[in-house]
């Protein structure tokens, strides 16, 4: 029993031995990685804010778009409401005739 716990104990300290040797390459290939691919993270931080900064714009003149149309809405509703009617009938008869 001896020689099996023996040779478990020896087991276990190689496997430790070889996890620690691990998490040191592991820790000096992530410092080559950062140093080697600085630049790259940098460029693409930059992009990314600068599409970030143009869908905030895209999204504020959106807005102002949506807020123009329900003010044209609001102002004459019954002429939405005949051209939605209209598209409606004319979505409808294209249906129609394709079956």
């Known amino acids: 029993m001896s020689t ?3 040779a478990d104990e020896t087991l276990h300290e190689a496997l430790a031995h070889l996890n620690e040797a691990a998490k040191e390459r592991s820790e ?11 630049h790259l993270r940098d460029a693409f931080g930059g992009a990314a804010r ?5 869908v905030r714009e895209q999204g504020r003149e959106a807005a102002g778009a949506a807020q123009a149309v329900d003010k044209s809405v609001r102002r004459y ?4 409401v005949g051209g939605a009617a209209a598209t409606g009938f004319l979505v409808g ?3 129609s005739r394709r079956k």
């Open 4 to 6: 099996a716990r023996a």
């Open 50 to 54: 600068k599409s970030a900064d143009w």
């Open 93 to 95: 008869l294209l249906v």
């Open 77 to 80: 509703p019954w002429a939405y």
């Open 28 to 38: 000096e290939i992530q410092k080559l990685i950062d140093e080697k691919y600085t």
